[in-house]
Each structure stands twice: as C-alpha cells, then as structure tokens.
C-alpha cells in the first residue's frame, strides 16, 4: 500500500499564516529570556498563573478598542458557546482577579507569561500568535508598588540585556499638572501625540505638529519642548521639575511620586544611567495614570521600547465593583529576542547537551549508557548517538548540532579507561582517566 | 457615573465550562514540575520546540480517530480558512518533522510542553484545555533510542516522584510472537483488550473475557495468563520468556530488544524495582510496534499509568515519504499533579518569596527597598508590603500567604542595626544584626 501513495496522497505540512514553529535554536532562546524573567519576578514575590486560552466572547470583546475586536479569533463551540481566543494578558487579569478577588486577596502581585492571538495583518511583520509576559500589583494605590515595579524593570533588563539599557520613567500626573498650568489640558491629547514623536522626528518638526494640531501658541510650543529637554540625573530632573510645577496639585503630586521612586532605586543601588526621568516619556493616552515606564536598549533603540507599563485606576471595573487600582508592565518578547540575536547576544544552539558520546564500539551500547550516566549525575547534559556508525560521520554531526566536546571512546579506550576528550570547535584533543572526565569537560567548557 | 453602576451592568466574571484559571498554588506546582521535566529531558540533549496552538483543520482531522474529531474545536477564521486548535502534541510533532526534515537532520530528539484543547464530556472529570509533556526521538530505529527513553522515564519519575513508582516495560514484538506462538495472532486485539484488564478484574475475569471475546481455548487462556503470571527481576523475566518464544522470529527479536534495554539499565545504575519487564503490558493496540511502557505511583496505582509511551513505525506517514520510526513518552502532567498533591508531595504555595519585610516606619519605605535588595542579591525572594499597615495584620497577610520568615524593622531596629527576625509557622524570633541578616535567614530556611 505504502509504495503505491504519491505526492497526490500525501497532506502539505504547513502553518497557517501568520503562525510559525518554534524550532530548538530559538526554542532555547525563549526558554531563557522567560526562565530569566521567572526567576526575577519570583524574586519580588510575583506568583505565576494562567488564564484559559478561550474565554467568553463577552468578556474580551469591546476590551482592546475596536481593532481588537476586528483581529479577534471568535466563534461558536460545539456547545453553542461564542467564545474567543484571548488577544493579551490585561483583560484575561482583569477577569481573573474579579472572578477570584475573595480567595486572592489584595495586594495581588502576579506575572503571567503566555501566548496569545490576534488575527493582525502579517505585511506588517506582525505574528497572529506571539508571547506576552506581563506582571502586576493589583489592589494598592502605594507608591511602594511603583518603586518595586520599576526595580523589577531594572533588574529584568539587567538579567537579559547585560546593562546595555535604559528605563525612562515619568508620572502621568507630572505631564498632566505641567500642561494645566501652560493652559493645555484641553489639547492634551494631540499635544502628548505630538511630544511622543520628538526622538524621531526632531524638536522642529514636533513644534510643527503642536501648532497644527495643538493649536500650540509659540509659548505654548516653548514650554511643552522646555519640559522634553530636561536631562540629567533623577536629582537634577526632579530639581529642574519643582519651580515648573509649583502651584499645580497634580503636578506637584506626580512630582512626589518620581522622587519617592527616585529614593528607592538610590537605596537599592541602581545606577543612574539604567533608570532616569525623562519628562517626555507618556506612554499612551487613555489608560495610565501615575508612573509610566518605557525602556530603549543602547545599541537598538530604534527598535522601540521592549518593556513599558505604568499605573492603571481601575484594573477591573467591568467585571466587580472593586476598586482595584495597580501598576504593571510588559516585556516584549518576540522584540527582545529578535534584538537579543541581532545583537549577537542569544546563544542559539539546537541542542541543550553539551557533550557527545559517539557509539562506536558496537557492543559496548550499555558502556556508553553508564558513562553518559555517570557524567548526567555530575550535572552535565549528554547525547549519545543512537546509531554505531562511522565516528567522522557522527562527530560531523555533532559540531553541526552544536554540543561542545566529544567523549571519544572505542574498544582500546574502553580497555584503558583512558578517554579521548575532544573540543569540537577547536578540534583539540587529549586523553583523559575516566574518573578525570567530569572535571576536565568541566574546565574545557567554561 | 461610576457610583450609578449596579449589578446588570457588571459582565460577569467566568471560565468557559471545562476550563479553569491556574492560581499561583497550582502554579507553583505546575512550574516546578514542568521545570523538572524539561531539566531532565535536556541532560539527555533533547530540545525544546514549540507549534501553534492553531493548526489548518486538515493537518488535524482524522488523526486522532472519530472521537477526536468530534472533539475538535474547529472554526473558520477572519480569513475563511478552515482552521482547529491542537488536540495533543503529536499530531503537530508529525507535521512539524515533515515540514522542517531538512533543518533539523535525524535522529531529532525534541521535548514539548504545552496546553492542547479538546471538547471533552467534562461530566467524566476531564477538563477541555490541558497540559501534555512529551518526548520523542525521531528518526532512528535503534534500540539506543528504546534505552535511552526508559532511562528519561525513570529520571522523570524519579525526580518528581522521589523513588515511589514502578515503570513497567513490555515489547509489542515479543507479545505478537508469543501469541502467534499459541495461534492467537488473528484474535490478537480482544487478547491483548482483555489481557490489559488483569490488574483491574482479575486472572478468573480476564479467562472469562477471553472464552468470550477471543474464543479461546482453555490452552490459549492458561497460555495467556502464564505469560502475564512472569514477574521478578529483569534477568529472570527474561529467563522465563526465552523458552517462551523459542522459534518465533518476532518474539526472539523482542525479546532480545528487552534484553538490550536490561543491559542499558544496568550500566546505568537503575535499580530492579523501578524498571521491571512486565509482559502483560500492551499499550493500545494499534500504534506501538516494539518497545512499551506505562508507570504507576506506587502509593497509588489505581489512578492509572503516570507516563505511558513506546515505539512506532511510522510518525508522519501523512504528510512525507521519507521513513520516521521513533519512539517517546508523555507524562501525564494534571494527573501526576492531583496525585502529588493527594500524596502531600507538592508544596502549595501562594508566593515564591520565602522572606517578608512588614512596611511599618512610614519614612522609610527607601530603606526598606533598600534591605531588599541586600537580600536578593544574597539569593533570597522578597515581597516588601507595599502599605505601611499595622504590623499585625500585616504579619497575618505573610502567614495567609506563606512566606516563611518575616524581617521585622521599626524605627528603632533602623537605628540600632539590629534586627528581628520571625519564623512565621512556629512565631519564634531572634534578633540578627544586620550584616548576619541573609546568612540567619538561610539557616532558618533549612
């Protein structure tokens, strides 16, 4: 039956548009970043959770505004449900803690690691499934929760990007008293639209777009680039800050808040160049209220922010009549990781073993098992090639694979109990007593 | 307009039927199980991969027999595919080998954890989104990879289950040799159906079944049930069977595969107890060809096999030409959950953070922050209160939570650089000067 199947039979092996496979290089890359990210978060006393994939359609739609809706995978199940894949982590949260608020408790500090799915235009670039990885501290107004928010911020960046960042961090209420008292509340939106442009389009062409869409008055203009162009450490922006929002209790409010969470990254020894205050930093329109937080790593910053939240009012006001205020923030992993890589960063290797035992000698198949063995239980990972051919062939494909070092061993060596030792990417080789072993392929790798 | 709200206006905040959250206690179990899997499939070199959880619906339909398909949560998308969400994680592993062969090169050894969906009757206790855990070596057809999958079983086992479970290794071949043997190969499924009962019904039953289902002599039975009777060490197991399928080809082969996998075990250090040959092991009747295996918990066996696999022929038949023999297992991640939680073996925590620093002196929420820090960097996580409450119901909130050794520092400890240290579960406290603090705490932690 099977010599008579052609092409016609057999099913394309495809992915859906859009979508794509996690192949072992970039697997071993995402597992990282997130273990990475894990251990941080726990480090905080963030708790993990999960949230189902499909949820009641009513519960996410009208959540993420109207294109949300639009890219959502929506439909009926078999139970004439309309239920839809979740499209982020916020409303899923957001629905979680007021399903569970009794039992949780408040404050709930969480981080949620996961894929979610948005039916976007790929010409964009853009992926229909993708990872997010968010944490939050739900249920407590405390400035206490900003400060913490922006260490973790810190030290996450710190763990995956190697200190080659910066988190610019500033208060809504800061921006928002700032513009009151140049009489720009009303035009707040098109002039927070405009000031989010300035490190890509220039001062100039920002001015240009608060007069037109602002209805900005040179003054106007003037004092708006004045607060982007503060720049200095926390103290001297905070300083530089005091007399512009003198008289203005949201700003006076918002500025309190930055120097609170200013004293505790002092306290926690964080270094003034991976977290400053930068006035122009808004963060969107809608939805923050306080602290907000983006992040640029040094050599890519074109790419955009790849860690940003801030503080929220009402996490879950659809769903409970709690008030549930909090703060959180995002890590942009696909974005990181393709910056990571980019940037040379990122190991990628198709296979976590790094040593490899060739089976050569044909009847020593259990030899080979019990040395992987005793290796495995000194704390190393260890292939052993399933097949006894040709030793060229097999550590051929072990350079190609990626492990690092060879355990050459046939029937001389087995008699000896002298091993081969070989690095695979130099070639070097050397011969080395088996009780030896472990430590020698120790020292050869690091 | 908030305090008009009432109660119709509220979406209620629900799971789909068949669905649930995943609360940091169970999250905390699921982590470190997942975790420890992954840490022992790589210290074998298998990597780590990943697929959609959205499959185009042909790639899915027809794979996993009729129920499966009934099962299916399948719709069309925004782009008028026929689309379906992944039901297990071999299907995807068949149409991801096929579609990537040439990158990845064989023999491939991949692991996969993820949730896959399936509409399951939920009255039988069966939820609809569920994790699967598995592993496979594809590619290769030599009993190297039949060694290597019942070492990563007991590892796995051993691991999670701390040493109280038995894995029980069969071999289709054998089986089939044997029963043709005894001329029972045509009526070789309701055999092998009935013989698979024997732990549950009993030896009189599974005679009975088989007089009644596979019509078979009082010889046949007596033939059936002394195969299954075998039991001892592996050696001797494999004594008793030699006799036993003298003459057949097939059963003289699988014998010798146990006998290879034996010899594997043995070098490996794996003791009797934990890997027996148990003949009467089938494992489903149509998919498996050689090797078998299922694993109870041996404190609970009636829960049924804990982590079940074995080799196959053919893994992508469907969707290439090319020859895909393999073999893998999956552990049963929920199963082994409810039963280590049922046993007491997994920690239920609702925090990771095993220290907590009560927030009490209002003016120093920086110093406390401060103290935090010291503390991670020496290892340790901490969560940091983030209202300055009263001690005591903040100290409740620690207990409630789990964390385990609370840093008690007023204003006078501020002062004094001495402070007090509290064992939550049992109230004992001492003090620790401050440069003694991290150090005190691991002791206690011990």
């Known amino acids: 039956m099977r010599a008579m199947a052609n092409k016609r039979d057999l099913i394309q092996p495809r992915t859906l548009k859009g979508f794509r496979d996690t192949l072992p290089e970039s697997m071993h890359a995402r597992e990282w970043l997130l273990g990475t990210a894990r251990d941080v978060f726990r480090s905080y006393g963030f708790a993990g959770i999960d949230t189902p994939a499909l949820e009641y359609e009513e519960i996410l739609t009208g959540k993420g505004g109207e294109e949300s809706d639009k890219q959502m995978y929506a439909f009926e199940d078999n139970g004439g449900r309309r239920v ?34 948005r039916g976007e235009n790929t010409q964009r670039g853009r992926y229909r499934e993708f990872y997010q990885c968010d944490f939050d501290t739900v249920g407590t107004e405390s400035i206490a929760a900003d400060c913490e928010s922006a260490m973790v911020i810190h030290d996450l960046l710190d763990a995956v990007a190697g200190g080659e960042f910066t988190v610019s961090m500033n208060n809504r209420r800061l921006l928002s008293g700032y513009l009151e008292g140049l009489g720009l509340s009303e035009r707040a939106a098109p002039t927070l639209r405009a000031l989010d442009k300035l490190d890509k389009i220039g001062a100039e062409k920002v001015a240009e777009e608060l007069r037109r869409e602002a209805q900005a008055s040179d003054a106007e203009v003037e004092g708006v680039l004045s607060l982007a162009a503060l720049a200095g450490t926390r103290e001297e922006v905070i300083s530089a800050l005091a007399p512009m929002v003198e008289g203005s209790e949201l700003g006076e409010r918002g500025l309190e808040e930055l120097r609170e969470v200013s004293r505790a990254l002092e306290a926690a020894g964080i270094s003034e160049s991976r977290v400053v205050i930068d006035p122009k930093t808004a963060r969107g329109l809608d939805y923050y209220t306080g602290t ?53 960063r990122v190991e990628r290797r198709a296979t976590p073993a790094q040593v490899f ?30 097949e006894p051919r040709k030793l060229g062939a097999q550590l051929k494909f072990a350079d190609r694979r990626g492990h690092e070092v060879a355990v050459i ?12 030792l070989k690095h695979l990417a130099t070639g070097d080789s050397s011969e080395v007593a088996k009780d030896a072993l472990a430590e020698a392929i120790r020292a050869l790798l690091s």
């Open 84 to 117: 839809a894949m979740r499209f982020d982590l916020t409303v899923p949260l957001a629905r979680f803690v007021a399903q569970h608020e009794n039992e949780l408790g408040t404050p709930f500090k969480r981080y949620h690691v996961g894929p979610v799915w």
């Open 292 to 344: 907000v937080f983006e992040t640029r790593l040094s050599d890519l910053p074109d790419i955009g922010s790849v860690c940003s939240g801030g503080r929220y009012d009402e996490l879950a006001g659809l769903y409970t009549k709690s008030h549930l205020p909090g703060i959180g923030a995002s890590l942009g992993v696909d974005r990181i990781l393709t910056a990571l890589e980019e940037l040379g």
């Open 357 to 386: 035992i060739p089976y050569f000698a044909k009847d020593r198949l259990a030899d080979y098992f019990g040395l992987a063995s005793t290796l495995r239980k000194a704390g190393l990972a260890v292939e052993v090639y399933p």
């Open 409 to 420: 061993v046939g029937d001389t060596e087995w008699e000896s109990g002298v091993y081969q």
